[in-house]
């Protein structure tokens, strides 16, 4: 397989969006509940109603993520030279700045959709087409992604039941429909979205497979880790970085 060939089908894995696809079995079903659990279970239930319809296709995700998306994402590592990877992994981000720039724009927030705006400019003409991050580096003007789901839930709109797509892996109502939005609107921005969460993913891979490894439940810490994570990139707090979500408390 040829060093570009694999790239189409690692684009394919922007089941990292959030970046967080992960293997594991099925769970076995819960005992029934006493009536002093009932609280609980009206909230798991609140939280994620299609549960049973996500468990399928997360299985589902697991047998493509180990049967394709791995291999092609190792092959991927293995065949170009690093800058080559970083070169890509630059360009596929540049090509978010202005659905950040405009998400941004619609929390009210002017200083990070200037950033991003910046960002844009500067990195595809003395970045060379966004191949190097010349406004981090050398103006330290740091990318701060946002999306329409993100400005969605700024502006208080629930994210709605927890959703797992086929491929794309974690999301809820609200972060799908702000994806396709964005998809059908302007095509390239979404295509863009969607190969800057398949980069994320071959950055980060053996830390997101690690998340899961001996879970008891990996899809309950798939889930909490997505949950958790967009929670905090809605709030607009200190953003938690791929690498580290292996290590978040499941407090829900």
């Known amino acids: 397989m040829g060093r570009f060939g694999v790239m189409p089908v690692v684009f394919l894995t922007a089941m990292l969006v959030?970046?967080?696809?992960?293997?594991?079995?099925?769970?076995?079903?819960?005992?029934a509940k006493?009536?002093?659990?009932?609280?609980?279970?009206?909230?798991?239930?609140?939280?994620?109603?299609?549960?049973?319809?996500?468990?399928?296709?997360?299985?589902?995700?697991t047998v493509l993520r180990k049967m394709v998306i791995d291999p092609v994402v190792d092959v991927y590592q293995a065949v170009p030279p690093d800058p080559l990877e970083k070169a890509i992994s630059n360009i596929t981000a540049?090509?978010?700045?202005?659905?950040?720039?405009?998400?941004?724009?619609?929390?009210?927030?002017?200083?990070?959709a200037g950033i991003a705006t910046k960002r844009f400019l500067i990195n595809t003409t003395a970045g060379l087409g966004g191949t190097n991050d010349v406004a981090a580096d050398e103006m330290g003007l740091e990318r701060r992604k946002?999306?329409?789901?993100?400005?969605?839930?700024?502006?208080?709109?629930?994210?709605?039941?927890?959703?797992?797509l086929p491929i794309l892996g974690p999301s809820s109502t609200r972060d799908a429909l702000?994806?396709?939005?964005?998809?059908?609107?302007?095509?390239?921005?979404g295509l863009a979205n969607t190969a800057d969460n398949a980069?994320?993913?071959?950055?980060?891979?053996?830390?997101?497979?690690?998340m899961t490894r001996g879970a008891l439940d990996p899809y309950i810490v798939e889930r909490e880790a997505y949950l958790q994570r967009r929670q905090t990139q809605v709030s607009n707090d200190a953003q938690t970085p791929l690498e580290e979500i292996p290590e978040f408390e499941e407090t829900k």
């Open 18 to 31: 959030s970046g967080l696809v992960s293997g594991g079995a099925w769970a076995q079903s819960a005992p």
């Open 34 to 61: 006493s009536p002093t659990d009932q609280p609980a279970a009206t909230a798991e239930e609140d939280k994620d109603p299609l549960e049973s319809l996500n468990r399928f296709t997360f299985q589902l995700n």
């Open 94 to 112: 540049n090509l978010t700045e202005p659905v950040t720039a405009a998400s941004s724009l619609l929390q009210g927030d002017t200083e990070n």
């Open 146 to 164: 946002e999306d329409l789901g993100q400005a969605a839930g700024a502006g208080g709109m629930s994210p709605g039941p927890y959703l797992v």
């Open 178 to 189: 702000g994806d396709v939005a964005v998809s059908i609107a302007v095509p390239p921005a």
């Open 199 to 210: 980069t994320a993913y071959s950055d980060n891979q053996d830390d997101l497979n690690a």
